[in-house]
């Protein structure tokens, strides 16, 4: 079946801009993460979505950084007014349920680049 | 808090021979254990879980890991390398008796290289 799909896979941007990026989960899975990845600096956590319930911000390094999720579905991420310290992968990740022992499917992911 | 060390930027090893790529882990409670794999320009695949039982996990691609909660280590090991086993290794943690959504801790990885 088809995974978590990420849009889009290269995005460059200039200082200051806006910019969105989007996720499709896997068809059932409840469950949403959002993290990124800078070279040499691991996995960090964005944001989590699971159903209804509202999400956990807790790891967004700013409020420049949003994210939403439509219909328990899609979600977007934005990104207002670009730094250069943004430049990273964005993983999106999806999981069928909250339960602690189920494995993320991540996306390829989007390699951010901020001029 | 939790947290994972993956002690090794980079793990050196010639094909045919066994591997082994270092994890450490430290939770207030119990754990549950993964390892994830990157290869160039993906996403991150999941390799294993130790959830309870025995203290030897089996994945994919060949590989296992062995849960020592006295070293709190969670090694992931493969008897004999190839080529295609190069990529990027995470090991991650989360914190059984936690519950928050930041609770699976990713470490910073371990490029594993196999020399032909």
């Known amino acids: 079946g088809a995974g978590v799909s990420q849009s889009p896979s290269n995005k460059v941007t200039e200082k200051g801009k806006d910019v969105e990026l989007r996720c499709d989960p896997i068809?059932?899975?409840?469950?949403l993460y959002w993290y990124r990845q800078s070279l040499g600096q691991g996995l960090e956590f964005l944001i989590y979505?699971?159903?209804?319930?509202?999400?956990?911000k807790s790891g967004l390094p700013s409020d420049r950084f949003s994210a939403e999720r439509t219909g328990g579905s899609v979600s977007t991420l934005t990104i207002q007014r670009t730094q250069q310290e943004d430049s990273a992968v964005y993983l999106c990740?999806?999981?069928?349920?909250?339960?602690?022992?189920?494995?993320?499917?991540f996306g390829n992911g989007t390699r951010l680049t901020v001029t | 808090a939790q947290s994972v060390a993956q002690p090794e930027d980079q793990v050196n090893v010639a094909e045919g021979n066994p591997l082994t790529v270092k994890c450490t882990y430290s939770?207030?409670?119990?754990?549950?254990l993964f390892w994830y794999v990157q290869y160039p320009n993906r996403g991150l695949q999941f390799l294993l879980k130790y959830i309870t039982g025995d203290n030897l996990v089996k994945g994919s691609y060949g590989f296992e890991a062995e849960f020592n909660k006295s070293q709190t280590s969670f090694h992931l090991k493969k008897p004999s390398a190839l080529v295609s086993d190069s990529a990027l290794y995470f090991c991650a943690v989360r914190d059984k008796s936690g519950g928050g959504a930041d609770g699976l801790t990713f470490g910073k990885g371990t490029h594993l290289i196999i020399q032909p």
């Open positions: 990740a999806s999981s069928l349920d909250r339960q602690e022992n189920s494995p993320l499917h």
């Open positions: 068809s059932g899975h409840t469950a």
């Open positions: 939770v207030s409670g119990n754990p549950y």
């Open positions: 979505f699971q159903g209804n319930s509202a999400p956990d």
